[in-house]
């Protein structure tokens, strides 16, 4: 995709959606950290119903603690891997208390060294809790830069990298936001909806999706 049409994509993304907000419910950066862990292989609306639950009765790291992995497991049972995501989520607690003051830290590489926090989690909390450009790549994201042409690559560091440079600074901040909800709920993985994207024309997608008869 050329540089005219990556600005016009994300200038027509952006007006259709000026603040583009995550779907997962939370209140605080823990929190946040917490749904994001336990969204891997899950939807948000699964998260969601699980976590208001959760947080209700705990949502510090030192509460789920005093929950204790066997008492947080009927709160997730719901979602998928429940078990080994208790696990690392009162690992990630444990050490967010033992190491950090009880706090989210800061940086991607502190965030990365908690149990079950992989880069896109960490960029997660590093742009939402904390307003850092960066550009988390899940399969939406992956696929999205793929298909149209924005940032193909075969690995998803390969599509982060070059997401960083691809995307005009203006947009860095909300673009893994506006990338999610589009492959989510338009450039779907099995048909595409092409016949109602707002930036087909720039797609380099072939054949386009026709709309249903």
């Known amino acids: 995709m050329k540089p005219a049409d990556r600005q016009a994509a994300f200038e027509r993304l952006r007006t259709l959606n000026p603040e583009p907000k995550t779907e997962l419910e939370y209140q605080t950066p823990f929190q946040l950290l917490a749904a994001v862990l336990l ?3 899950a939807t948000d609306k699964s998260v969601n119903l699980a976590t208001r639950k959760l947080f209700a009765v705990a949502s510090t790291p030192a509460d789920i603690l005093a929950l204790g992995e066997e008492g947080l497991i009927p709160y997730l049972q719901t979602i998928g891997l429940f078990r080994s995501k208790a696990r690392h989520l009162v690992q990630t607690c444990r050490m967010l208390v033992e190491q950090h003051g009880g706090e ?3 940086s991607l590489a502190a965030l990365q060294s908690l149990p079950g926090v992989g880069r896109k989690t960490a960029n997660v909390v ?3 809790a904390f307003g850092e450009p960066t550009i988390p790549v899940d399969t939406h994201v992956f696929r999205v830069a793929n298909r149209t042409g924005l940032a193909p690559g075969k ?3 390969a599509v982060e990298a070059k997401l960083l440079k ?3 600074p203006e947009f860095r901040t909300h673009a893994h936001h506006w990338l999610i909800l589009h492959g989510r709920y338009i450039c779907k993985a099995r048909r595409p909806e092409c016949w109602r994207c707002p930036i087909a024309d720039l797609c380099r997608y072939r054949p386009k999706s026709p709309e249903p008869s």
Do not use: C, G, K, R
């Open 104 to 106: 989210v830290p800061h």
């Open 126 to 128: 590093l742009n939402v």
């Open 39 to 41: 969204s891997a292989q």
């Open 166 to 168: 691809a995307v005009p």
């Open 155 to 157: 690995q998803v560091d």
